[in-house]
């Protein structure tokens, strides 16, 4: 027999999802709720829900009150059940086997979520495509869209840098393949035609360089990208055009805005596309 303790068992969830039923001796319950959490994940993608704002809000509020359920339920548990007979798992090692696969499990559904679930949220850093994206921004990004539809004028798109081990940067779509691209003083030129920009901030030119550009051809299964804060971005004026294969996803909202305090006025947004 073991003395099973209720703020135990319901505060070991925090270690790792499960763990709170593994202790009071209900494994299958822990197993339920491993795959009901990879479950929610894969419906989040596969529907589709996550690229709509009050969607995204909606599953994150499901998952909190699962949790939070979890959580009670097995405090009650353990409080109706003072005393338990110790099962063949209820040992030190298998607890900490259990945290260790769950953070293996989280891990995996981080890294294949792209891929297996179409979609990956970023934090933006830096200020580079301001004001369309600010530091601060979380962003929700498609990683299914550019292997069923080809980039387009104005997309924001999440690239991998090249050379840049894993590096990805968030710029917006400005040449096609194909494309001859141009900047004369601050005026983006492509195929001989000034470009409206409405989404472009300016601030003091660091060099003639960022103010003046070119020209250049776009190359075929390349995309000429530049950041919104023309002045401060590093972009294919620096980089080189962006091979198709390089592409991760295109931005579809922003969700939330933190920077030292919640930005209230910056979400959620689902993101327009000024096809420009």
Same mark, same amino acid.
């Given at each position: 027999?073991?003395?099973?303790?209720?703020?135990?068992?319901?505060?070991?969830? !925090?270690?790792?999802?499960?763990?709170?039923?593994? #202790?009071? +001796?209900? /494994?299958?319950?822990?197993?339920?709720?491993?795959?009901? %959490?990879?479950?929610?994940?894969?419906? $989040?993608? &596969?529907?589709?829900?996550?690229?709509?704002?009050? =969607?995204?809000?909606?599953?994150?509020?499901?998952?909190?009150?699962? +949790?939070?359920?979890?959580?009670?339920?097995?405090?009650?548990?353990?409080?109706?059940?003072? @005393?338990?007979?110790a099962r063949s798992y209820n040992v030190w090692?298998?607890?900490?086997? &259990?945290?260790?696969?769950?953070?293996?499990?989280?891990?995996? %559904?981080? &890294?294949?979520?792209?891929?297996?679930?179409?979609?990956?949220?970023?934090? /933006?850093?830096?200020?580079?495509?301001?004001? @369309?994206?600010?530091?601060?921004?979380?962003?929700?990004?498609?990683?299914?869209?550019?292997?069923? @539809?080809?980039? $387009?004028?104005?997309?924001?798109?999440?690239?991998?840098?090249? =050379?840049?081990?894993?590096?990805?940067?968030?710029?917006?779509?400005?040449?096609?393949?194909?494309?001859?691209?141009?900047?004369?003083?601050d005026v983006l030129i492509r195929n001989g035609?000034?470009?409206?920009?409405?989404?472009?901030? !300016?601030?003091?030119?660091?060099?003639?360089?960022?103010?003046?550009?070119?020209?250049?051809?776009?190359?075929?299964?390349?995309?000429?990208?530049? =950041?919104?804060?023309?002045?401060?971005?590093?972009?294919?004026?620096?980089?080189?055009?962006?091979?198709?294969?390089?592409?991760?996803?295109?931005?579809?909202?922003?969700?939330?805005?933190?920077?030292?305090? /919640?930005?209230?006025?910056?979400?959620?947004?689902?993101?327009? #596309?000024?096809?420009?």
């Amino acid at each position: 027999m073991r003395q099973l303790g209720p703020i135990r068992a319901a505060l070991s969830n !925090l270690v790792g999802f499960g763990l709170g039923y593994v #202790y009071v +001796g209900r /494994i299958k319950l822990a197993l339920f709720l491993v795959v009901g %959490i990879v479950g929610l994940v894969a419906l $989040a993608g &596969w529907s589709r829900l996550v690229f709509h704002p009050i =969607g995204l809000y909606g599953l994150v509020f499901v998952a909190a009150c699962i +949790g939070l359920f979890v959580m009670i339920h097995c405090g009650l548990i353990a409080a109706r059940n003072r @005393t338990a007979d110790a099962r063949s798992y209820n040992v030190w090692w298998f607890y900490l086997l &259990w945290v260790v696969a769950s953070w293996l499990v989280s891990d995996v %559904i981080t &890294w294949s979520r792209p891929v297996l679930f179409g979609f990956e949220p970023f934090n /933006i850093p830096a200020v580079s495509m301001a004001p @369309t994206l600010q530091k601060g921004d979380y962003i929700m990004a498609d990683t299914w869209y550019y292997d069923q @539809t080809d980039p $387009a004028y104005g997309d924001l798109a999440v690239f991998n840098v090249p =050379g840049g081990a894993g590096i990805k940067y968030v710029k917006r779509v400005i040449g096609l393949p194909g494309d001859q691209i141009e900047i004369r003083n601050d005026v983006l030129i492509r195929n001989g035609q000034d470009i409206d920009e409405p989404y472009v901030q !300016l601030a003091n030119p660091q060099s003639e360089r960022i103010s003046n550009f070119g020209p250049v051809t776009v190359p075929s299964g390349n995309y000429f990208m530049l =950041g919104d804060n023309r002045h401060m971005s590093k972009d294919s004026r620096y980089i080189g055009p962006i091979d198709q294969s390089l592409l991760h996803g295109r931005v579809v909202h922003r969700w939330f805005a933190f920077d030292g305090l /919640i930005l209230w006025d910056r979400f959620p947004e689902k993101l327009e #596309y000024s096809g420009q």
